[in-house]
């Protein structure tokens, strides 16, 4: 499996040639098909980034970087979740999410 991640600026994202992609995302793209599918979508305003697997591939790693950001590339400071209020429904923050299936097998397959 390879693995995609978009990391488009806030200040282009849904402008011009992006105007149709909606928020960044990570792609699952098997090269033996040329098959790509949209793994995850991440919160308004953020950027994914980083990915680790476990060696036995149970457990993706993966970064979510400045949820909230604005096209201004900076937040309104008196509107903190004017834009996203990931991940818990207050003042967006950067985390790094855990994949796993639900029956413990490896991710992508």
């Known amino acids: ?8 600026a806030t200040n282009v994202l849904h ?8 928020n960044n995302a990570m792609l699952a793209a098997d090269p033996a098909t040329g098959e ?5 979508v991440g919160p308004s305003g953020c950027e994914i980034t ?3 697997a ?3 591939g149970t457990s993706l ?12 590339e900076r937040s309104d400071p ?6 996203s209020s990931w991940p818990d429904g207050t003042r967006p923050r950067s985390a790094t999410i855990v994949i796993r299936k639900l029956d413990g097998g ?3 397959t």
Do not use: C
């Open 15 to 22: 402008k011009g040639d992006y105007a149709r992609m909606g």
């Open 61 to 72: 790693f993966v970064n979510i970087q400045h949820p909230g950001e604005t096209a201004s």
């Open 1 to 8: 499996m390879l693995w995609i991640e978009m990391d488009v």
């Open 54 to 56: 476990t060696p036995d």
């Open 78 to 83: 008196t509107k903190p979740t004017g834009i």
């Open 36 to 40: 790509v599918r949209r793994f995850l």
């Open 50 to 52: 980083g990915i680790i």
């Open 106 to 108: 490896v991710i992508g």
